[in-house]
């Protein structure tokens, strides 16, 4: 029989499972298979030695180990932040991202990955530079994971380099510590592949990530907040929220016009009372667009009383981009009057601008 070849990163564990039964194997040969896939990283056939080669024959000729090589590859000068631009196979461009950081006393050292669930994005919000390119495709599940399979290479290597220097153990190696779904696109849009791929990404035999160390960010599609509370996965969800009213929010974000803010708080709600789990809000300060003590205040009564935690982002500047960046001593202040309604929050500093990591500013500035 004649089969099209395809990405092996596009077949899923069961479609996987029943084509090796139909092969004659027997039914243990899908886990070794799937473990040297995504566990172990093989890059080629000829590497999964613990399957025959008449089998490794067979599959080469029907399925590729296409892994993904950057396009372009960029390292921050203070080596905290890498980027990533991948070409996929029809010629869209998408990003990922490596953030690396140390144990603060209070948390471990850990690798971060930020990946791309869309080519482009459909959503428009005015401060984002995929936003403003339109939307291409939703990636497939295979995309999304590859770009973490990428990343952990690296992240090994490097750890890799640390023990032979001594200064790292063996036990000690992390590879990818944390994935966040931040990149390009809405994950929440593109559902059915970001399941398929958070599944791989926890899977023991897969990229075995905890799933309380993935995060999926959303800009807040109520329908698919309310089907996200239904699965069993102990993800962490981030809610872009970066307004307090109706109005200012919909001046940048224009599926608040979709989904206003009463209701998107109304579905967090329920987020957090079907799985018990806090959600983390994103607040991306714009100077003099939402950054006053004012709009502190009233994020404070919005989100009072929620289980939340609320990350505060002064806002990466493009070139394009129409927004300054907000002032540390008033992002400070801003933090302070949200504490008064005793909401905790965290002042984050962005990594990698002088690489232009924010969503989607690597890709614009190739295209230009
Ligand atoms: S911020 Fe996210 S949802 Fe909004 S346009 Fe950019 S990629 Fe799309």
Request: charged share 25%.
């Amino acid at each position: 029989m004649n089969h099209k070849k395809n990405s092996i990163f596009d077949v899923s564990f069961e479609d996987l499972k029943d084509i090796l039964v139909d092969l004659g194997q027997p039914d243990y040969r899908i886990k070794q298979l799937w473990r040297s896939l995504y566990h172990e990283g093989k890059k080629s056939f000829s590497e999964i030695t613990n399957i025959s080669k008449d089998l490794r024959n067979i599959l080469s000729k029907r399925f590729y180990i296409d892994l993904f090589k950057p396009k372009i590859y960029l390292s921050s000068k203070d080596l905290s932040t890498d980027k990533a631009l991948f070409e996929l196979k029809d010629g869209e461009l998408i990003e990922t991202v490596l953030m690396r950081y140390n144990s603060d006393g209070h948390r471990n050292s850990r690798k971060t990955v930020c990946i791309s669930t869309q080519a482009g994005c459909a959503l428009g919000c005015t401060f984002c530079a995929t936003g403003q390119q339109g939307f291409r495709r939703n990636l497939t599940f295979g995309e999304i994971v590859k770009q973490v399979l990428y990343m952990r290479q690296l992240a090994l290597s490097e750890d890799m380099k640390e023990v032979a220097k001594g200064s790292r153990t063996k036990g000690e190696i992390q590879g990818v510590t944390n994935i966040v779904f931040m990149g390009m696109g809405e994950p929440l849009a593109n559902y059915d592949n970001i399941i398929s791929a958070i599944r791989i990404l926890n899977d023991p035999l897969g990229l075995n990530i905890g799933a309380r160390h993935i995060t999926v960010s959303t800009v807040g599609l109520v329908p698919q907040i309310l089907k996200l509370s239904e699965e069993k996965i102990q993800i962490n969800l981030a809610v872009s929220l970066h307004a307090s009213d109706n109005e200012t929010r919909s001046s940048t974000m224009p599926i608040n016009k979709r989904y206003p803010i009463e209701e998107l708080i109304n579905a967090c709600k329920k987020y957090i009372s079907k799985t018990g789990r806090r959600i983390f809000f994103e607040y991306v300060l714009l100077s003099e667009h939402n950054d006053s003590e004012e709009h502190a205040y009233k994020l404070g009564k919005l989100l009072n009383g929620i289980k939340c935690h609320v990350n505060l982002i002064p806002v990466n500047p493009t070139d394009e981009g129409i927004y300054g960046r907000t002032k540390s001593d008033k992002a400070r202040n801003f933090q302070a009057k949200l504490k008064k309604f005793n909401i905790p929050s965290t002042l984050r500093s962005e990594k990698g601008i002088d690489i232009n990591a924010g969503c989607g500013q690597l890709r614009s500035r190739i295209e230009l």
